[in-house]
């Protein structure tokens, strides 16, 4: 592999890291699920099965199960275009 093409690899994973830090800081706020599929245009049933899955964490406070918005769109970038809808 010449010195060249590492160079490009790198700057390619460089390149998606970057995009994923400024996901994340895109929305940091922790919603119910039913908003988290509204704002994400999905159903709330998809965003269980990602759940129930482990795609994404939950955060629990008492009976309260919230989610971080820029989580589940960093998870479905990762998982590519044929993520489920």
Known sequence: MSDDTVLLQ????????QQDVAVLRESPVLVDL??????????SK???RG?????YATYR????????VAEIRLAMRQEGPHAEN
Do not use: C, F, P
């Open 10 to 17: 790198v700057l390619a994973k460089l390149d998606q890291i």
């Open 34 to 43: 039913e908003t988290a599929a509204k704002l994400l245009s999905l159903s």
């Open 46 to 48: 998809t965003i269980k």
């Open 51 to 55: 759940l129930a899955a482990g795609k």
């Open 61 to 68: 406070h008492g009976r309260a199960v919230r989610v971080n």
